[in-house]
């Protein structure tokens, strides 16, 4: 049974649920404005001060589940009107400030917000800048952080606090990994969903015959719907529309190959090269390490081969991809990568879809899915991107010395990235995952606890073929173009 873990879930659900279901009824125009009283009926409000607040947050985030601000090319907004109950002052002087006669605090204050009643220190908050030194300087740590979750969330530094007390996004720095989405206890800030796009497009095959649309789904699927079997889901997502449901981790076992050779070609000129399968992996290089961008592997990650792969074989094939990552949907609008995956749609979106349509999987029968092994299962997971190319170097017999460094979440990512600025690397391939736990920790995750990597490896032991060969030797995959351009 579907659980939600808290009431912004909740609430994203029910706008998400009823936009599908007016898309797919062909109401949505004439109904859009009637969504906020259908998920906020009153006459009490569930989390805010009044049902017209509520309302109005809700309108918002309609226009985010119908596509967002096409102006922004960012796939993370602000509900400005949601951004207002966090702590408005970061910084506070406390009862344990002991009113000593140094002041480090008032001396270490570049604009002089600090000043001195009795003795004790307070801060001017029309000055502060929040910077911090007042906090570090103090030598009895009586200065309170109060740090802004979505803020203590985003380790790429891409958002800040304007004049209104409102967070920006600063999408020069945003690598749209979603992290501030979850994180947000009001709800604040939200991710685009295409989900009215791919239910037109389904509902076009209903007429046209000749469109065919393929979901790929992630093989961080192991560890979201619980309640079913992922047989199950996979006959859901047939019912939707959708012609047929194949594995992203068959493009993983692509990639794996791909890269285990890219390696030594790299390595001729490079210390090291890094994994492109993590898009907010890719996006933080390009913006906080330029000078790095050399050392990225030029592979495709394991959505785009797949996409590739099903439009080689299908020539009228659309794809949608379905997993918990908000940075796919940046990814697949790249110039060098458009026109592979058509669409991106999330677990929640999912979830939502397969209750607007009343598909209940719980009782769905059971639809084999056999597209993959078991190393391409467990890219899922940190450490499965090292794994899989270390098996695909064994199978090919490849003469290169593999030191790999795996990188759990952005900061590890971020401390691998500055050693290999310097030189001082211990390793030559950096698997970087920028959620912490790999795919299976993505924002747009049906659940945020902690996960059971073991999960993830018993999906991958289900997997028929147990190598990567064996994975590949069913499709004709040379055809497929596996760099990015």
Known sequence: MRNFENDVQLIKYKVLKQ????????????????????????????????????RAIVSERVKLAMGGNKKNPNVIEVISEACDECPIHRFKVT?????????????????????????????????????????????????????????????????RIDENKKAVIDNEKCIQCGACVYQC???????????????????????DKSIRVYAVIAPAISSQFTYAKIEQVVTGIKKLGFYDVVEAALGADMVAETESKELIEKL????????????AFVSYIE???????????????????????????????????????????????????KGSTDYVMTFEELQAML????????????????NASFFGRIFARSGGVTEAIKQAIKEENLNVEFKPVVCDGLKECDKALKLGKIGKLNGNFVEG????????????SLCHGPKDRSEVDKYGNLAIEKNIKESLSVYNTKKVNMHKE
């Open 95 to 159: 009862e344990a400030c002991r009113g000593c006669l140094a002041h480090k605090c008032k001396e270490a204050c570049p604009v002089g917000a600090i000043y001195i009643i009795d003795r004790k220190s307070y801060i001017d908050h029309e000055k502060c800048i929040e910077c911090g030194r007042c906090k570090n300087a103090c030598p009895y740590n009586a200065i309170s952080d109060v740090m802004r979750p979505c803020r203590k969330a985003c380790s790429a530094s891409a958002l």
């Open 433 to 444: 995952m920028a959620c912490v736990g790999g795919c299976i920790g993505g924002a747009a």
């Open 355 to 370: 209750d607007a349509f009343e598909i209940n999987i719980e009782e769905c029968e059971e639809t084999p899915l056999n």
């Open 287 to 337: 913006k906080k390490y330029p000078d790095l961008k050399g050392n990225m592997s030029s592979t495709v990650s394991p959505m785009i081969a797949v996409s590739r792969l099903i439009k080689e074989i299908d020539s009228s094939a659309k794809v949608v991809f379905i997993g918990p990552c908000t940075a796919k949907k940046a990814e697949i609008q790249r110039d060098e990568l």
């Open 19 to 54: 936009v599908i279901k007016y898309a797919d009824e062909g109401t949505l125009s004439e109904k859009v404005f009637d969504i906020p009283k259908k998920v906020i009926p009153g006459p009490k409000p569930m989390t805010r001060c009044c049902i017209y607040k509520e």
């Open 185 to 207: 206890p009001f709800g604040a800030i939200m991710d685009k969903s295409f989900v009215v796009d791919i239910i037109n497009l389904l509902k076009k095959t209903k007429e």
């Open 268 to 279: 001729k000129d490079k210390k090291f090269m890094t994994t492109s399968c993590c898009p």
